[in-house]
């Protein structure tokens, strides 16, 4: 009776221990970048992820400095970006542009020739971050992506009066393998 109680005990652990692993949200993928770009703009990390291989794409891009939304008007400047490449062949196969118009923020998802694909909803969490959800498709594929994020700042004098920019990674990729 003795073995009985302690295996049922030992499975019982096993069990346990197997549904809180799975109930763990999988790890995002990121990169971060040095302080060495100028503005509040100055791109601090960017993480991605992507549960299965069909999930939406969960995007955060965080700057080191604190900004409002109003900073990224549609009129203006200063624009942060997401580049997709999710073939990994060349350049990026699209560009999310994140702007603000009517109140809140967007991303406009274009080819590099400036074709339209689609439009998003994007948010401003905190002071030095903004968060995009990219549903399923282009330029969202099954299967792995790869990533970067970029920034362009210009005030109407100083250090970023011929726009500051950044990029991170500095070159090359965010390798993003759902599930992982």
């Not at 967007?106 to 080819?111: C, D, E, L």
Request: charged content about 20%; hydrophobic content about 40%; proline content about 9%.
């Amino acid at each position: 009776m003795q073995r009985q109680t302690g295996f049922r005990r030992s499975v019982t652990a096993l069990v346990a221990l197997a549904v809180v692993a799975l109930a763990l949200p999988a790890q995002a993928a990121f990169v971060d970048d040095p302080p060495y770009a100028r503005g509040p703009l100055d791109l601090k990390r960017l993480i991605a992820n992507k549960h299965s291989a069909g999930s939406p794409l969960l995007l955060t891009v965080v700057t080191y400095g604190n900004w409002k939304a109003k900073l990224l008007d549609v009129d203006g400047p200063n624009r942060i970006f997401v580049l997709f490449n999710p073939d990994r062949e060349g350049d990026e196969d699209f560009i999310g542009e994140i702007f603000f118009r009517d109140g809140g923020l967007r991303m406009r998802i274009t080819k590099p020739n400036g074709t339209f694909v689609r439009a998003i909803r994007a948010y401003h969490p905190t002071g030095h971050s903004v968060h995009v959800t990219v549903p399923r498709g282009l330029p969202n594929p099954d299967g792995h992506t790869w990533l970067a994020a970029g920034e362009e700042y210009t005030t109407p004098d100083g250090p970023c009066s011929q726009t500051c920019q950044d990029r991170v990674p500095g070159h090359g990729w965010l390798k993003l393998t759902p599930g992982l």
